[in-house]
């Protein structure tokens, strides 16, 4: 898509969304959107390093669990949420990059297996922190809702804050796509010694983008805990919440601008049949179909929901262009 | 114990050059029938043989079937593919057993043996026994039989095993088959200590990795001497930490090894 239709997509998705979090006061339906929110805000961030430079993060719940917390320990301290946003943001990124570091000398599935030890050990720190509520986690006091204390009486203004969120999100990557940085990270992806040949500082280009997608991580983590008021380690940091993260990222396509949309919007239709959103354990048939779309993704369609409507697109328009005038 | 589904992941790892991140499901999913045999009366210990040869087979259908498609395109397919199967059986598992915790009824072995002051229970006795026979097994096998050497000559070189006229889906086949048939007996012999629930493998999985890893990929003794140091490291962790704690070491030992010495402790390069 070229830049324009892309920003006219996003526009048509925001004032839709926006539409329905301001006429539509259904709080169920409310809170699936915005858990699809922050779900794609978190496939996209994962899509950044594991898709677009191709280094698969199976430990992105760490990031997620940083802005969490972040927001977690400022409003038990009364700190305001607008400062625990940039707090989590920038420990995730430091984070990422104390980790991607040394790490990111690895290749394929050793820095993959990688990132689900580091998370893991965080996973159990965490548990073990008195500081940081050990397996309890924190319950947040309930404020006065204002936009100045992130938290509202009206589930439609969640959304919203989310679907800010999501719009950064997808402009960034636009811009991603186009830049150099996003050049160097697809040369990467197919082949590291020929990009470092002609120049690719390909440990330089992966930390940065490791970095941001943390942050930005860290953000959905952040709005997660203001709309949820808890926060523990099962449903911030545990392995499962960096598996959903990595299976929207899959489901929707690798290294496309909508694929963490479409891979979040079906994971929460899936995950409303299931019962489970988040952390919860569910009766398992939506990680059932999950799995099972995967497989047939990954063995027939490796670019994902959003390849197949790139090849219905391009049907259409051979149609189109076929068709007598 | 780890020792066994650390070769099952080695033997795969090696000759194929692929890593199985489902390889912990199929570990749940053979604790279950285990669960299953025991359920109508049968010792996990005479189940074993029936356990690791349904996980042959289902090692080696899966790889006709999923794993042969995943090899032709780029290796994060391979890394996507398993990881879709892993998803796909915790959910079946959750679906069909529900999470709950399942133990073999009526256990048997539950005597306590005391060698001077040291106290073992006989179940794990059992079970670290039948592993340390299984995996000294598969080492016989891998080493003097005429497919073992086969297998060995493929992790090796594939390009120059393939012009010496071994097939190489027929080895691939095998050698998943029988990773998976480890991780089968060994699901039979965890049940004698340890319960089932759908998400058994992803523990059982990251040790195996980190004794993997240890060891390097690919080495049948490696995974062994790996998985004893692994055992010791958890053990003196839990002591001296703390037991809350004790997988901390374990995974930064992962850490360590792949960023110092990747090829492993005895692997060579």
């Not at chain 2, 010792?43 to 006709?64: E, M, Q, T």
């Not at chain 2, 000559?153 to 010496?164: H, K």
Request: net charge positive.
């Amino acid at each position: 898509m070229t830049p324009r239709s892309q920003g006219l997509a996003l526009g048509i998705v925001v004032v839709a969304l926006a539409a329905l979090a301001l006429g539509y006061h259904n709080a169920f339906i409310l809170n699936l959107v915005f858990v699809g929110l922050i779900y794609a805000v978190l496939g996209q961030s994962w899509n950044w390093i594991s898709g677009y430079a191709g280094q698969i993060s199976f430990g992105h719940a760490l990031f997620f669990g940083c802005g969490a917390y972040a927001s977690a320990l400022f409003a038990v301290h009364h700190g305001s949420p607008w400062l625990a946003l940039p707090a989590g943001a920038l420990v995730a990124a430091a984070l990422a990059l104390a980790v991607g570091f040394p790490c990111f000398a690895l290749r394929g599935h050793y820095f993959s297996i990688a990132t689900i030890a580091v998370a893991a050990i965080a996973e159990i720190a965490v548990n073990n922190i008195g500081a940081l509520g050990k397996a309890n986690g924190f319950e947040m006091p309930i404020l006065a809702p204002s936009l100045a204390s992130l938290q509202f009486n009206d589930k439609g203004q969640y959304v919203l804050v989310a679907l800010a969120l999501f719009a950064i999100a997808q402009v960034a990557t636009v811009t991603l796509e186009r830049s150099r940085l996003g050049y160097y990270l697809r040369a990467i992806r197919a082949n590291q010694e020929a990009a470092a040949s002609v120049g690719v500082d390909a440990r330089a280009a992966k930390l940065a983008t490791f970095g941001a997608g943390a942050a930005l991580a860290a953000l959905a983590g952040s709005l997660y805990a203001q709309q949820t008021l808890y926060v523990g380690p099962e449903d911030t940091l545990a392995l499962p919440i960096s598996i959903a993260i990595a299976l929207v990222g899959v489901v929707g396509g690798l290294s496309t601008v909508w694929g963490p949309a479409l891979g979040a919007l079906v994971y929460v239709a899936l995950a409303r049949y299931g019962g489970a959103v988040l952390g919860g354990q569910g009766h398992g048939l939506d990680l059932l179909l999950y799995g099972g779309l995967i497989l047939l993704i990954v063995s027939w369609r490796p670019d994902g929901l959003a390849g197949i409507g790139r090849s219905i697109r391009r049907f259409a328009k051979r149609r189109s262009a076929e068709a007598p005038a | 114990m780890f020792a066994l589904i650390s070769v099952g992941l080695t033997l795969i790892f090696g000759v194929m050059d692929v890593v199985n991140f489902a390889h912990g499901e199929f570990l749940m999913l053979a604790m279950y029938l285990t669960f299953g045999f025991a359920l109508v009366g049968l010792n996990p210990i005479f189940a074993l043989p029936f356990v690791a040869l349904a996980a042959f087979v289902l090692g080696a259908l899966v790889y006709r079937l999923l794993i042969r498609r995943l090899l032709d395109g780029p290796p994060s397919t391979v890394v996507f593919g398993t990881f879709g199967l892993l998803v796909f059986l915790q959910g079946a598992a959750q679906y069909f057993f529900t999470s709950d915790y399942r133990s073999v009824p009526n256990p048997p072995f539950q005597g306590t043996l005391h060698l001077g002051n040291v106290a073992l229970g006989e179940a794990q006795l059992i079970a670290g026994l039948g592993a340390l026979v299984m995996t000294a097994l598969v080492f016989a096998f891998v080493e003097f039989t005429e497919p073992g050497r086969a297998l060995r000559a493929l992790s090796e070189d594939r390009v120059a095993a393939q012009l010496m006229g071994i097939d190489v889906q027929r080895m691939n086949a095998l050698a998943f088959g029988l990773g998976t048939a480890c991780v089968g007996a060994a699901g039979a012999l965890l049940m004698l200590t340890y319960p089932a629930f759908p998400r058994v493998g992803t523990e059982f999985a990251l040790t195996a990795f980190v004794v993997v890893a240890l060891g390097g990929f690919g080495s049948v003794q490696g995974a062994l001497v790996g998985a004893i140091l692994v055992g010791l490291v958890e053990v003196l962790g839990g002591f001296y930490i703390s037991p809350a704690l004790k997988l901390i070491p374990v995974y930064a030992l992962y850490l360590v090894v792949v960023l110092l010495r990747p090829q492993g402790l005895l692997g060579r390069r």
